[in-house]
T-cell receptor, first 111, second 111 residues
Framework: AQSVTQLDSQVPVFEEAPVELRCNYS??????LFWYVQYPNQGLQLLLK??????LVESINGFEAEFNKSQTSFHLRKPSVHISDTAEYFC?????????FGAGTTVTVRA | NAGVTQTPKFRVLKTGQSMTLLCAQD?????MYWYRQDPGMGLRLIHY???????AKGEVPDGYNVSRLKKQNFLLGLESAAPSQTSVYFC??????????FGPGTRLTVL
């Protein structure tokens, strides 16, 4: 069985400041890892994913995440956030045909 | 492609009433999933299907039933709705153990 812990439920941040969202996972098998974003009153959209290969993965809108097998972590970072990054972010781990999601981190970007 | 669609978008039920949520995908995906999203709890898997004619229980299956008679459709049924089933329901589909594509959600209130 696999599980995900998102260490921060709320992250307030000022515009153009950096942000880091922490995610730790547990799994007894090899994993695929994902970050999804949910904008208000919408469904979830994939932000980025780690399947294999380079441990640093990037999204098209400036987010990046690093897979750290020894620390069982997959933290999400962005060096400079925009107001439009205000959303809820979910970390997820796959295994046995299913995804297990963390409880989510709400990012609020203020001017 | 429409992707993943869900019907209806909103619904209000009285305790004890029944209803069916419909999920449809046009991506020829084998795997389909039903989740519920509640504040502070992330997404929890209700039931899932790994192919036409197959279904399996997720984390929180009690009070729900599902059917996958056609590959493109995955139905979620509530036989006797309870206030604890007030939630936002998301359907998702995927090709393999990879990115899941989500529908826009159904907001259900049980009075």
């Amino acid at each position: 069985a696999q599980s995900v812990t998102q260490l921060d439920s709320q992250v307030p941040v000022f515009e153009e400041a950096p942000v880091e969202l922490r995610c730790n996972y547990s799994s007894s098998v090899s994993v695929y890892l994902f970050w999804y974003v949910q904008y208000p009153n919408q469904g979830l959209q994939l932000l980025l994913k780690y399947l294999s290969g380079s441990t640093l993965v990037e999204s098209i809108n400036g987010f990046e995440a690093e897979f750290n097998k020894s620390q069982t972590s997959f933290h999400l970072r962005k060096p400079s956030v925009h107001i439009s990054d205000t959303a809820e972010y979910f970390c997820a781990v796959s295994g046995n045909y299913k995804l297990s999601f963390g409880a989510g981190t709400t990012v609020t970007v203020r001017a | 492609n429409a992707g993943v669609t869900q019907t209806p978008k909103f619904r209000v039920l009285k305790t004890g009433q029944s209803m069916t949520l419909l999920c449809a995908q046009d991506m020829n995906h084998e795997y389909m999933y039903w989740y519920r999203q509640d504040p502070g709890m992330g997404l929890r898997l209700i039931h899932y299907s790994v192919g036409e004619g197959t279904t399996a229980k997720g984390e929180v299956p009690d009070g729900y039933n599902v059917s996958r008679l056609k590959k493109q459709n995955f139905l979620l049924g509530l036989e006797s709705a309870a206030p604890s089933q007030t939630s936002v329901y998301f359907c998702a589909s995927s090709r393999e153990l990879n990115e899941q594509f989500f529908g826009p959600g159904t907001r259900l209130t049980v009075l």
